[in-house]
T-cell receptor, first 113, second 112 residues
Framework: GESVGLHLPTLSVQEGDNSIINCAYSNSASDYFIWYKQESGKGPQFIIDIRSNMDKRQGQRVTVLLNKTVKHLSLQIAATQPGDSAVYFCAETTGGGADGLTFGKGTHLIIQP | EPEVTQTPSHQVTQMGQEVILRCVPISNHLYFYWYRQILGQKVEFLVSFYNNEISEKSEIFDDQFSVERPDGSNFTLKIRSTKLEDSAMYFC??????????FGSGTRLTVV
């Protein structure tokens, strides 16, 4: 059988409800953060980003909140749809592009019909 | 919408063999990356590449690995003498600095 991997936290919400996914990041020097969505068998898909000089940024149905004091990032998804079911990762980095992204452990979001 | 293209989508190789994973980054991007995701785990950074040389690499990226941009469009990851634990999804990504950080769909490498 397949090896046991990291057990992902799971968040199950009803279709149409709002969801909040949380992430604690580790590097206080990180100045750029991205939320990615990953569907089974696919690569990470960009959702929204935020720089460290901001504490909130809104997109279409999504909002990212950044609390640098406690090194916490959250992703709010409004009016969830079945297509939102996926694993969501936060990622952090420093620098202008040369540094790689450090990904969090991921949260599995399940949208119940 | 511009895409990062990876080939092949699935590669099976025997332990000890060399593999080359291929990527075509987005054409006007300047930074290129390789990441690895072992089944069920988080995505891990391997290497970044800028101006025809390695910018940063993680501790995973040891002498077994190398990257190359052989022409103006392709970006490759070579894994020498593959081991069973190299089995993973390998993702290529490209960006314009931090803007437009885009991942490909990945190559699933299975070492048998």
């Amino acid at each position: 059988g397949e090896s046991v991997g990291l057990h992902l936290p799971t968040l199950s919400v009803q279709e149409g409800d709002n969801s909040i996914i949380n992430c604690a990041y580790s590097n206080s020097a990180s100045d750029y953060f991205i939320w990615y969505k990953q569907e089974s068998g696919k690569g990470p898909q960009f959702i929204i980003d935020i720089r460290s000089n901001m504490d909130k940024r809104q997109g279409q149905r999504v909002t990212v909140l950044l609390n640098k004091t406690v090194k916490h990032l959250s992703l709010q998804i409004a009016a969830t749809q079945p297509g939102d079911s996926a694993v969501y990762f936060c990622a952090e980095t420093t620098g202008g592009g040369a540094d790689g992204l450090t990904f969090g452990k991921g949260t599995h979001l399940i949208i119940q019909p | 919408e511009p895409e990062v293209t990876q080939t092949p989508s699935h590669q099976v190789t025997q332990m000890g063999q060399e593999v080359i994973l291929r990527c075509v980054p987005i054409s006007n991007h300047l930074y290129f990356y390789w990441y690895r995701q072992i089944l069920g785990q988080k995505v891990e950074f391997l290497v970044s590449f800028y101006n025809n040389e390695i910018s940063e690499k993680s501790e995973i990226f040891d002498d077994q690995f190398s990257v190359e941009r052989p022409d103006g469009s392709n970006f490759t990851l070579k894994i020498r003498s593959t081991k069973l634990e190299d089995s993973a999804m390998y993702f290529c990504a490209s960006s314009q600095g931090l803007v437009g950080y885009t991942f490909g769909s990945g190559t699933r490498l299975t070492v048998v």
